[in-house]
């Protein structure tokens, strides 16, 4: 079921109705305590839940209200009935020429749910690879993975906790290598305390520099202990602690050894580039990690290509191979055989190992197994989507789910050098695989011109924004603009009673509306089209706790999957933490490269 409504211009103010329109699941019993244990598995929603198996509709003659060009709401004379204890007495609230919200009132209550979702057809169209428009028939759904009650799988975190606890242990066995060789009572001028200064630096931050390269291996179990999203954050967070121990450790070399030789600190500096082995490679390490520094300022981050942003942050890698040499040729604490040599290397061994495994061996066996290829591009109704629909062999077997994103590389002119993550935008099954794009760039202008036929290589799946994370029977989904991909695929593999909240500007940017439509019916969902620019009251009003609750009042007893720009991410975050929706329930997938 859903929640249309036809207009004649932009909807920027019909979501004032919301407001005096009850909860259409509120004959449901909900546990009073936010943490009380969820009913028991594998039951599905009975009489004994007030479901009586019927979707609430409006009777034939009910009509939604249109919004005039004026902005005034206009009253509809018509009635509708719901099967519910109480009735839409046909007349919807007034909204004033000034645009502003009507108050509440006790005679306006909420109308059914409108089945006008029909079934899409799926044109076969295998002469061309472009069609007008998105034709994508989602399978005739059976019972939903994860019904009404079915305790949800557990998010791992033992796994989690055991990385915190080798983490922190690995770190602390690096530090014990510079106090066992520092000999008591050797630390006592200042340039002592400088040289010492530096060569504590300097293990931490070799240390996370191995940490920063592992984050990013791509190793299927730390991307399912950790997550994609926290990995990036994890990874963001410890170059900038790792910045900051490179250039500690530096200077305070520097410095020390500027003093200890009796010169300045220019002249100490060349003296170490020019008469300490493997200097030259160190130098050069420490400027692509400054520069690697600036480029992830988000302001410098927003403004750039992603392909010259990540080439240039493929370069990180040669920090690696230079500060190998440095750290064994001059680093007292591993230049002599021992326990402390052989554990580095050992730290060095294990890393390039995940790395190989998980950039290269992984993605080759993947490829060779399934050998995908373009099968056709669509044009969806949206300006600026396409469609690209890929086919290849035992797709059942890719473990993937609805919500996780693959990188994408295209192996055809112009496309072959670089790789871009997608999220699916339809649950993967046994016949495709569907990825929907927003045109914005030289990249995805080129997308648009592929051929069937055109091979695939694509590294994944990725990501946890996946239905076995909730830890709720309920959920509600927030999409933004391009983020109804991820939110679309989830949509076929959540519970019923699913609500959908999908914000966009005007009604020609939505996306999979069909889709959502026919989805919503067959799911037992709801789906709320919110539309209007970012200053218009009634979207202003819904992404507030206010707004939030009176759309879903149950929002606490919910999962929330967010997906969509930063700012409304950011928005819908701290309207979910104002209702004291745990931060377990909420799950982000915002865009970042």
């Known amino acids: 079921m859903k929640r249309d409504?036809?207009?004649?211009e932009p909807l920027t103010n019909w979501v004032s109705t919301l407001r005096d329109a009850?909860?259409?699941?509120?004959?449901?019993?909900?546990?009073?305590?936010?943490?009380?244990?969820?009913?028991?598995a594998n039951r599905a929603p009975g009489p004994r839940d007030g479901w009586t198996g019927e979707q609430p509709r409006l009777a034939p003659t009910g009509e939604q209200p249109l919004l005039g060009r004026t902005g005034e709401?206009?009253?509809?004379?018509?009635?509708?009935?719901?099967?519910?204890?109480?009735?839409?007495?046909?007349?919807?609230?007034?909204?004033?020429?000034?645009?502003?919200?009507?108050?509440?009132?006790?005679?306006?209550?909420?109308?059914?749910?409108?089945r006008t979702g029909e079934h899409p057809s799926l044109a076969r169209t295998g002469e061309h690879p472009r069609v007008a428009?998105?034709?994508?028939?989602?399978?005739?759904?059976?019972?939903a993975q994860h019904r009404e009650g079915e305790a949800p799988e557990p998010y791992d975190k033992g796994g989690r906790l055991f990385f915190h606890i080798v983490f922190w242990c690995a770190l602390a066995a690096s530090v014990e290598l510079w106090w066992l060789n520092?000999?008591?009572?050797?630390?006592?001028s200042t340039t002592d305390i400088l040289l010492a200064g530096g060569r504590l630096t300097g293990m931490v931050g070799g240390f996370l520099m191995l940490a920063q390269v592992l984050l990013m291996s791509r190793v299927w179990w730390l991307e399912r202990w950790i997550g994609a999203h926290s990995l990036l954050i994890?990874?963001?967070?410890?170059?900038?602690?790792?910045?900051?121990?490179?250039?500690?450790?530096?200077?305070?070399?520097?410095v020390g050894y500027s003093q200890l030789g009796q010169q300045s600190v220019v002249e100490g500096t060349w003296s170490l580039i020019t008469e300490y082995e493997d200097m030259i490679g160190a130098t050069v390490a420490t400027g692509i990690l400054v520069a690697t520094g600036l480029l992830a300022i988000r302001a410098v981050r927003r403004v750039m290509p992603y392909e010259l942003w990540y080439y240039l942050h493929l370069t990180t890698y040669?920090?690696?191979?230079?500060?190998?040499?440095?750290?064994?040729?001059?680093?007292?604490?591993?230049v002599k055989a021992g326990f402390g040599r052989y554990y580095w290397i050992g730290l060095y061994l294990f890393v390039v190992a995940c790395l190989v495994w998980g950039r290269v061996i992984t993605p080759l066996m993947l490829n060779a197994r399934h050998r995908l290829r373009v099968e056709r591009v669509v044009d969806e109704a949206a300006p600026g989507m396409i469609s690209i629909y890929v086919s290849g062999r035992r797709l059942e077997d890719l473990n993937a789910r609805a919500g996780q994103y693959f990188r994408w590389r295209f192996l055809t002119a112009g496309c072959w050098w670089q790789a871009h993550p997608f999220s699916l935008s339809a649950a993967p099954n046994e016949h495709f695989l569907r990825l929907t794009i927003k045109v914005v760039g030289d990249h995805t202008e080129q997308l648009q011109h592929l051929r069937p036929g055109v091979r695939v290589f694509i590294e994944g799946p990725s990501g946890v924004f996946t239905a076995d994370r909730r830890i709720r029977p309920r959920a509600l989904l927030i999409a933004g603009g391009s983020g109804i991909a991820p939110i679309r695929a989830l949509l076929e593999d959540l519970p019923p009673m699913t609500v959908v909240i999908y914000r966009a500007r005007n009604e020609e940017e939505l996306v999979f509306r069909r889709e959502l439509d026919w989805l919503a019916r067959e799911r037992e969902a709801q789906v709320w089209y919110v539309l209007g620019s970012r200053d218009d009251p009634a979207p202003q009003h819904l992404f507030t706790a206010k707004g939030m609750r009176e759309l879903v009042p149950d929002v606490r007893r919910r999962d929330v999957f967010l997906c969509g720009p930063q700012g409304l991410v950011d928005t819908s975050v701290?309207?979910?933490?104002?209702?004291?929706?745990?931060r377990r329930q909420i799950h982000l997938d915002p865009f970042e490269f």
């Open 5 to 8: 409504v036809e207009t004649r």
């Open 22 to 40: 009850p909860d259409p699941f509120a004959d449901f019993d909900e546990p009073a305590d936010l943490d009380e244990p969820e009913p028991r």
């Open 73 to 114: 709401q206009f009253r509809s004379g018509r009635t509708g009935e719901m099967p519910r204890r109480s009735s839409w007495t046909g007349e919807q609230p007034r909204v004033d020429r000034t645009g502003e919200i009507p108050r509440r009132t006790r005679t306006a209550e909420r109308p059914g749910f409108t």
């Open 133 to 143: 428009e998105s034709q994508y028939q989602p399978a005739q759904p059976g019972p």
């Open 182 to 188: 520092t000999a008591p009572g050797s630390v006592r």
């Open 234 to 254: 994890w990874h963001r967070e410890l170059g900038g602690a790792l910045l900051f121990m490179i250039l500690a450790h530096v200077g305070l070399i520097t």
């Open 318 to 334: 040669l920090i690696l191979l230079l500060s190998y040499g440095h750290q064994f040729a001059t680093g007292q604490e591993l």
């Open 574 to 582: 701290r309207a979910l933490r104002r209702l004291r929706v745990p």
